[in-house]
């Protein structure tokens, strides 16, 4: 193994010890977002909930993460329009319950802690980017060529 893959599977592990990741509010994110792929419940008002939310985000605690958190946010919207159906279930999970815990209020940190507020959201972004990054680069990959195409078909 190369030295930058390891090294990338090292910041890996460590992510999935922080303590967000092992918090109370992100496995209820996980709940409900197992029961909304089971059941497509409430899907359009997660979307709607979570890009509110994001409008109001300050995008610099993301870092490299934010076009990630943009990208679940179309995707899902996509999702939810039946326009895009080429992701798995454990993906489509993940992603919801990184959506799930940035629209709840009271996670970890409570997002209106000064300063504070968006680091555990963020940690949750990160880590689901990393977990789903092959999807959302295929959803991306998609648009792009959606882009060019005529509007006669949606992703292909």
């Known amino acids: 193994m190369t030295k930058t893959k390891m090294k990338s599977t ?3 592990r460590s992510s999935y ?3 967000t990741l092992r918090s109370e509010a992100f496995a209820r994110a996980v709940r409900k977002a197992k029961l909304r792929v089971v059941g497509s419940g409430g ?16 995008r610099h605690q993301f870092k490299e993460n934010w076009p990630y958190l943009q990208t679940m ?5 996509a999702y939810e329009r039946g326009e895009y159906k080429h992701v798995s279930n454990d993906d489509l999970t993940w992603i919801m319950a990184a959506l799930n815990y940035l629209v709840d209020p009271f996670d970890l940190i409570p997002d209106m802690t000064p300063l504070l507020g968006f680091v555990d959201d963020a940690t949750v ?8 990054r092959q999807t959302l680069d ?13 509007r006669d078909h949606p992703y292909a």
């Open 43 to 58: 899907l359009r008002s997660l979307f709607e909930q979570a890009a509110r939310k994001a409008g109001s985000l300050p």
């Open 17 to 19: 010890e922080k303590p």
């Open 125 to 132: 972004v990160g880590f689901v980017a990393d977990k789903t």
């Open 138 to 150: 295929e959803f991306e990959k998609c648009l792009t060529r959606r882009r060019r195409e005529p």
């Open 73 to 77: 946010l179309r995707l899902i919207g």
């Open 10 to 12: 090292v910041e890996r």
